[in-house]
């Protein structure tokens, strides 16, 4: 039905600056609400930004100045440029969207996660 797949993902000095995506595909009539999370070993999967169909973003505080969310919603991409990176960031990171499909005349929305990319940063 809905696919996210991230790309962008690697090996980044501390300082140094990366850029994911992540690209949704299938019968998708609107991606609402989409936003970048993050997982490092051992730890629970924690949100790091935000946006909404309009463009309005939110941050988590570790990365708030450092990364931007942005999209665009003719391609139902969602980027996260992420800059001054920091050993702390560490992590897999998954996209996750809300987005509403249609099928035979039929709406739905859901969330939809991606499968992740890892992020390493090294000091």
């Known amino acids: 039905q809905v696919q996210l797949v991230e790309s962008g993902g690697g090996l980044v000095q501390a300082g140094g600056s990366l850029r994911l995506s992540c690209a949704a595909s299938g019968s998708i009539f609107r991606v609402n609400d989409a936003g970048w999370y993050r997982q490092a070993p051992g730890k629970q999967r924690e949100l790091v930004a935000e946006?909404?169909?309009?463009?309005?973003?939110n941050y988590a505080d570790s990365v708030r100045g450092r990364f931007t969310i942005s999209r665009d919603n003719d391609k139902n991409e969602v980027w996260l440029q992420m800059n001054s990176m920091k050993p702390e960031d560490t992590a897999v990171y998954y996209c996750?969207?809300?987005?509403?499909?249609?099928?035979?005349?039929?709406?739905?929305?859901?969330?939809?996660w991606g499968q992740g990319t890892q992020v390493t940063v090294s000091s």
């Open positions: 996750k969207a809300r987005v509403t499909t249609v099928k035979y005349m039929t709406h739905m929305t859901d969330d939809y």
């Open positions: 946006i909404t169909a309009s463009g309005s973003t």
